[in-house]
């Protein structure tokens, strides 16, 4: 009997957690730490940690695996340590500063408002590629797809020769207007190719016009040049998941989370869409339980080791990025929209030397936990030790047991690194800096969403990653939200929602046709309907060919796939784009262009008011989208009779004092795996699990539900 197992895992900064669950619905999972060097590693051990619970081996369990979903940090951490391949570029003459000059934009992301401002506190990154390694050909493609300067083959042919003899690994090629025409990319790869056999030298050439034809030459350079610098070189770390899955027995091709919300083949041609895919898993997996739940409106919200993610989703629907910025970079491909707007559990805490005032990160010990850790060699207090001094995390509980913290070590770095320099307690100091924290993520969480119009009494907030549980009732105090849920495996709810996700493919390319109003100029709308036609037409059937391409990587057979056409579409004139999803595959008559716009104007109107539209200006269909799936095995959510409101006897563990609003309480402390759906756990209480710890703290309230959910109530709100 096989294919009746979905296996996920998602290697986080700080641990990596693994997901299995069975045709039933039934599911574990497994926490390790994070082996960055060699993933492969502590993949191994949080297999070995989830099925142990199963008190099955990994071997009887991979041979019966279908599917096996990967999301992680490899690739973004190669990124930000400036560890990619040694790339050459070419480009068209007269743009070889690209990464010198940047775009403005660039120069000041991740920063302040004050210090946006003040152009004197802008930096540049240190370019990928060294300026030496940036060559200029002659020759120019319009933006109309014509050409009217040839392209000078002799100085492409020089700039090969010389990048070769720089000893290069890989050749990106990124031209104006490649996305209308690729003609002068493909010719450059054709005189790569001649100097390559002549040299006896061959490394692999990355052309914009067929990675990402998209507009905006700067941030589609960055994307193709993210693909060959730490994109490709990520394919080795998933081969060696790949091989230790293949070890237990594993037969199931590895698939591994995009930025759009699905899951593509490891084999993909455009793997930088998987840049980020960690958080996704966890946005994936809020909308298939929300779903499931009857919840259309979710905030979600993910403390892990290194950073608080927060997303919207809204109508069950959320919204997609089609030019985001990652680690400082403006790149151009789709990303649900998540930000990391604070800090996570490792994060460093420091007193500034100037002002005497706590800082909280950015930097993390991230799988060294802190300086409860001896073996983490960390000699800076974090978050972590904050709550194993509070009594808020067990030091005897920490992966299950398999580490063990020392308390006393922390609170000796509280007091000589904070409490003693402000003159405070220990313990009201690091009280202090857990209240800095979660004011720091409520105030973050309220931005979201009434910077959108919404208000917290119409959704429902999910915490989740193994941070979450212990700091939801701090950031949601105060806030009225529908509901506050906590799932059981809140610690790997990112691996569980990397197999909620479709096997789909999102291929993008830009098309710039515009449109009249149909209501206030129907002649030209009229005029215009067959040339609309014959370019979005020749998009999508374009798209639709690539993403069969890709299924068939993977043996998917084209009557198995299931397309989904979009157009991302704004008013003429404006910056921002709308996606909107057509019922349709291809543009016949004046009514379907019609739909296109009517979609557009409805979506405009929820997301910047009905009073915003401007019709007047027309439409400009920027992109053609076409999204490819093929159904795929997922879980389901656990369904377990209710019982009493009282936790049964063998749920409780030996009680601890925790310290809160200033003064110690005698705290209930329970195994979470013991619970039973339809329990109510009254705080001060602490519930355990070996991946992690729910702090339910005085004046709240958790209740267990049949699908081992918890839902948090503040009963002084």
Same mark, same amino acid.
């Given at each position: 009997?096989?294919?009746?197992?979905?296996?996920?895992?998602?290697?986080?900064?700080?641990?990596?957690?693994?997901?299995?669950?069975?045709?039933?619905?039934?599911?574990?999972?497994?926490?390790?730490?994070?082996?960055?060097?060699?993933?492969?590693?502590?993949?191994?051990?949080?297999?070995?940690?989830?099925?142990?619970?199963?008190?099955?081996?990994?071997?009887?369990?991979?041979?019966?695996?279908?599917?096996?979903?990967?999301?992680?940090?490899?690739?973004?951490?190669?990124?930000?340590?400036?560890?990619?391949?040694?790339?050459?570029?070419?480009?068209?003459?007269?743009?070889?500063?690209?990464?010198?000059?940047?775009?403005?934009?660039?120069?000041?992301?991740?920063?302040?408002?004050?210090?946006?401002?003040?152009?004197?506190?802008?930096?540049?990154?240190?370019?990928?590629?060294?300026?030496?390694?940036?060559?200029?050909?002659?020759?120019?493609?319009?933006?109309?797809?014509?050409?009217?300067?040839?392209?000078?083959?002799?100085?492409?042919?020089?700039?090969?020769?010389?990048?070769?003899?720089?000893?290069?690994?890989?050749?990106?090629?990124?031209?104006?207007?490649?996305?209308?025409?690729?003609?002068?990319?493909?010719?450059?790869?054709?005189?790569?190719?001649?100097?390559?056999?002549?040299?006896?030298?061959?490394?692999?050439?990355?052309?914009?016009?067929?990675?990402?034809?998209?507009?905006?030459?700067?941030?589609?350079?960055?994307?193709?040049?993210?693909?060959?610098?730490?994109?490709?070189?990520?394919?080795?770390?998933?081969?060696?998941?790949?091989?230790?899955?293949?070890?237990?027995?594993?037969?199931?091709?590895?698939?591994?989370?995009?930025?759009?919300?699905?899951?593509?083949?490891?084999?993909?041609?455009?793997?930088?869409?998987?840049?980020?895919?960690?958080?996704?898993?966890?946005?994936?997996?809020?909308?298939?339980?929300?779903?499931?739940?009857?919840?259309?409106?979710?905030?979600?919200?993910?403390?892990?080791?290194?950073?608080?993610?927060?997303?919207?989703?809204?109508?069950?629907?959320?919204?997609?990025?089609?030019?985001?910025?990652?680690?400082?970079?403006?790149?151009?491909?789709?990303?649900?929209?998540?930000?990391?707007?604070?800090?996570?559990?490792?994060?460093?805490?420091?007193?500034?030397?100037?002002?005497?005032?706590?800082?909280?990160?950015?930097?993390?010990?991230?799988?060294?936990?802190?300086?409860?850790?001896?073996?983490?060699?960390?000699?800076?207090?974090?978050?972590?030790?904050?709550?194993?001094?509070?009594?808020?995390?067990?030091?005897y509980n920490f992966l299950g047991g398999e580490v063990v913290l020392n308390k006393d070590r922390a609170l000796q770095a509280i007091k000589e690194r904070i409490a003693g320099p402000l003159g405070l307690d220990p313990y009201d100091a690091a009280e202090g800096v857990l209240e800095l924290f979660e004011n720091h993520l409520?105030?973050?969480?309220?931005?979201?969403?009434?910077?959108?119009?919404?208000?917290?009494?119409?959704?429902?907030?999910?915490?989740?990653?193994?941070?979450?549980?212990?700091?939801?009732?701090?950031?949601?105090?105060?806030?009225?939200?529908?509901?506050?849920?906590?799932?059981?495996?809140?610690?790997?709810?990112?691996?569980?929602?990397?197999?909620?996700?479709?096997?789909?493919?999102?291929?993008?390319?830009?098309?710039?046709? %515009?449109?009249? @109003? =149909? #209501? *206030?100029?129907?002649?030209?709308?009229? +005029?215009?309907?067959? /040339?609309?036609?014959? &370019?979005?037409?020749?998009?999508?059937?374009?798209?639709?060919?690539?993403?069969?391409?890709?299924?068939?990587?993977?043996?998917?057979?084209?009557?198995?796939?299931?397309?989904?056409?979009?157009?991302?579409?704004?008013?003429?004139?404006?910056?921002?784009?709308?996606?909107?999803?057509?019922?349709?595959?291809?543009?016949?008559?004046?009514?379907?262009?019609?739909?296109?716009?009517?979609?557009?104007?409805?979506?405009?109107?929820?997301?910047?008011?009905? %009073?915003?539209? @401007? =019709? #007047? *200006?027309?439409?400009?269909?920027?992109? +053609?989208?076409?999204? /490819?799936?093929?159904? &795929?095995?997922?879980?389901?959510?656990?369904?377990?009779?209710?019982?009493?409101?009282?936790?049964?006897?063998?749920a409780y563990k030996e009680g601890r004092k925790i310290y809160r609003g200033g003064k110690w309480h005698d705290a209930v402390i329970l195994e979470m795996e013991k619970l039973l759906p339809g329990n109510v756990v009254n705080g001060p209480a602490v519930i355990e699990a070996g991946a992690t710890t729910f702090v339910v703290?005085?004046?709240?309230?958790?209740?267990?539900?049949?699908?081992?959910?918890?839902?948090?109530?503040?009963?002084?709100?």
């Amino acid at each position: 009997m096989t294919g009746h197992y979905i296996m996920s895992m998602d290697a986080g900064g700080t641990m990596t957690d693994t997901f299995f669950v069975d045709e039933a619905g039934r599911f574990v999972v497994g926490k390790a730490q994070t082996t960055p060097e060699d993933e492969s590693r502590g993949f191994g051990k949080s297999v070995e940690d989830a099925l142990k619970q199963w008190n099955v081996e990994a071997t009887a369990i991979f041979p019966q695996v279908a599917t096996g979903i990967y999301s992680g940090t490899s690739m973004l951490n190669r990124l930000l340590e400036r560890k990619g391949r040694r790339l050459g570029i070419i480009v068209t003459a007269g743009f070889e500063d690209y990464f010198l000059l940047e775009r403005g934009i660039q120069t000041y992301l991740g920063y302040s408002y004050q210090d946006r401002l003040k152009v004197g506190t802008h930096r540049h990154n240190p370019p990928l590629v060294p300026r030496e390694r940036i060559r200029g050909v002659r020759g120019r493609i319009d933006l109309f797809g014509t050409e009217v300067i040839p392209l000078y083959e002799h100085e492409a042919e020089a700039a090969v020769a010389e990048l070769l003899a720089k000893d290069i690994e890989g050749l990106v090629v990124n031209l104006l207007f490649s996305y209308v025409s690729g003609a002068h990319e493909q010719a450059i790869k054709a005189v790569a190719e001649k100097v390559m056999a002549a040299t006896g030298k061959t490394v692999p050439i990355y052309l914009s016009s067929d990675l990402y034809p998209v507009m905006q030459d700067f941030a589609r350079l960055n994307t193709v040049t993210i693909e060959a610098y730490a994109a490709e070189p990520s394919r080795g770390q998933f081969q060696k998941i790949a091989d230790r899955a293949k070890g237990f027995g594993g037969q199931f091709e590895l698939r591994v989370m995009a930025s759009h919300g699905g899951t593509i083949s490891t084999e993909a041609r455009e793997l930088a869409r998987t840049l980020i895919s960690g958080p996704i898993g966890g946005m994936v997996g809020s909308k298939y339980v929300g779903r499931e739940l009857g919840i259309d409106n979710v905030v979600c919200s993910d403390i892990g080791g290194t950073s608080f993610d927060l997303g919207l989703i809204t109508g069950n629907q959320f919204t997609t990025k089609s030019q985001p910025d990652i680690a400082r970079f403006v790149l151009k491909l789709p990303l649900v929209e998540i930000d990391s707007v604070g800090a996570g559990t490792g994060s460093y805490v420091r007193l500034d030397p100037i002002s005497n005032r706590i800082e909280i990160g950015p930097d993390s010990a991230g799988s060294r936990i802190g300086m409860c850790y001896e073996e983490g060699g960390v000699d800076t207090p974090t978050l972590s030790d904050c709550n194993i001094v509070l009594g808020n995390l067990n030091p005897y509980n920490f992966l299950g047991g398999e580490v063990v913290l020392n308390k006393d070590r922390a609170l000796q770095a509280i007091k000589e690194r904070i409490a003693g320099p402000l003159g405070l307690d220990p313990y009201d100091a690091a009280e202090g800096v857990l209240e800095l924290f979660e004011n720091h993520l409520r105030n973050e969480v309220y931005a979201r969403v009434f910077g959108k119009g919404y208000a917290p009494e119409d959704y429902t907030l999910f915490a989740y990653g193994g941070g979450g549980p212990m700091h939801v009732a701090g950031y949601t105090k105060g806030l009225n939200f529908a509901d506050v849920l906590v799932p059981a495996w809140a610690a790997g709810f990112s691996a569980f929602g990397c197999a909620c996700a479709d096997f789909e493919y999102r291929l993008d390319r830009t098309l710039n046709i %515009a449109t009249a @109003s =149909p #209501e *206030l100029a129907p002649a030209a709308f009229a +005029a215009g309907i067959e /040339g609309i036609a014959a &370019v979005v037409n020749a998009g999508w059937t374009g798209l639709r060919t690539k993403v069969a391409d890709e299924f068939a990587k993977s043996r998917v057979p084209t009557e198995r796939i299931v397309y989904r056409h979009c157009l991302r579409v704004q008013y003429v004139g404006q910056l921002n784009d709308l996606e909107v999803e057509l019922p349709f595959d291809t543009i016949r008559t004046a009514d379907d262009v019609r739909a296109i716009v009517d979609r557009f104007e409805e979506a405009y109107a929820k997301l910047f008011s009905r %009073a915003a539209r @401007s =019709p #007047e *200006l027309g439409y400009l269909m920027t992109t +053609a989208v076409v999204y /490819g799936t093929c159904e &795929v095995m997922k879980p389901a959510l656990p369904q377990e009779p209710l019982s009493g409101e009282t936790p049964p006897a063998e749920a409780y563990k030996e009680g601890r004092k925790i310290y809160r609003g200033g003064k110690w309480h005698d705290a209930v402390i329970l195994e979470m795996e013991k619970l039973l759906p339809g329990n109510v756990v009254n705080g001060p209480a602490v519930i355990e699990a070996g991946a992690t710890t729910f702090v339910v703290p005085p004046a709240t309230q958790a209740r267990l539900d049949q699908h081992r959910i918890f839902h948090l109530r503040h009963l002084d709100a």
